[in-house]
C-alpha cells in the first residue's frame, strides 16, 4: 500500500512540474522548430549553423503595435544578424480568426515592408503554446543552446524608438554576445493578444 501512494506521489509531483507553467521561464531551453516561411521553405533554429543565439519574436500583420516595431524588428535584424542573432519572427494568429493574418496575407506584408528575416506561421499554434507567447509582439532571446535569456517587450515604448530610453531586446543580445549578465531579464509584453483556434 505504500509502495502505491509513493509513486501516485511521484507521478503527481511530475504531472504537476510538467504543468505548473504555461511555457517558458527564463534559464528554460527552447524547442526548436520548423514552420514555414513567406519564401515557401521551412526554417528552424538549426538552418543557423554558427548562430550565437536567436531574437524570436511573435508578431503579426494587423495588430497595431505589430505594425507600429516593424521598423524595429527589422532595425534589430540588421544590427545584429552579422553578429550571429537573427531574427525570426513567427506568426501566432489562427487565420480563421484574423483572415489577414493569413500565411497568403504574411506574403504580401513581407514583400511590401521587405522583411530581411524569416517570417513562419505558426499555423498549429503548438509552437507559440510552448513558447507561452501571449501577445504580439512577444520577444523569446535565446543562446546558442536555444536557453532562453530573456523574454518580453523590445523596447519600453509601443510608440516610437526614438522616445525609448529601455532597449530590453538590445540589451539583452550585447550582454549575450558579451557573455555577461542579461540586465533586465523578464519585462511585460505589451500588444494585442494572440487570436486562438477555436
Known amino acids: 500500500m505504500k509502495k502505491v501512494i509513493s509513486l501516485s506521489l511521484v507521478l503527481m509531483a511530475i504531472l504537476a512540474f510538467s504543468f505548473k507553467k504555461g511555457g517558458y521561464e527564463v534559464g528554460d531551453k527552447a524547442t526548436d522548430f520548423s514552420l514555414k516561411n513567406v519564401n515557401g521553405k521551412m526554417i528552424s533554429m538549426n538552418s543557423y549553423e554558427d548562430a550565437k543565439g536567436f531574437m524570436i519574436i511573435f508578431t503579426c500583420n494587423t495588430c497595431p503595435y505589430s505594425v507600429a516595431y516593424e521598423d524595429r524588428i527589422i532595425a534589430l535584424h540588421q544590427k545584429y544578424v552579422d553578429k550571429g542573432v537573427p531574427v525570426i519572427a513567427i506568426n501566432p494568429n489562427d487565420d480563421e480568426k484574423s483572415p489577414d493574418d493569413s500565411y497568403e496575407k504574411m506574403i ?43 523574454i518580453g517587450a523590445i523596447d519600453n515604448n509601443t510608440k516610437s524608438a526614438e522616445n525609448a530610453d529601455k532597449k530590453y531586446v538590445e540589451d539583452a543580445v550585447d550582454a549575450l554576445l558579451k557573455g555577461s549578465e542579461v540586465p533586465e531579464k523578464k519585462t511585460k509584453a505589451i500588444g494585442c493578444t494572440i487570436k486562438w483556434a477555436s
Request: net charge negative; charged share 25%.
Open 108 to 150: 504580401v506584408r513581407a514583400k511590401e515592408k521587405g522583411f530581411p528575416f524569416p517570417y513562419v506561421y505558426d499555423e498549429t499554434q503548438e509552437i507559440t503554446k510552448a513558447y507561452g507567447a501571449t501577445n504580439t509582439p512577444h520577444v523569446y532571446v535565446l543562446d546558442a543552446d536555444k536557453t532562453v535569456i530573456y
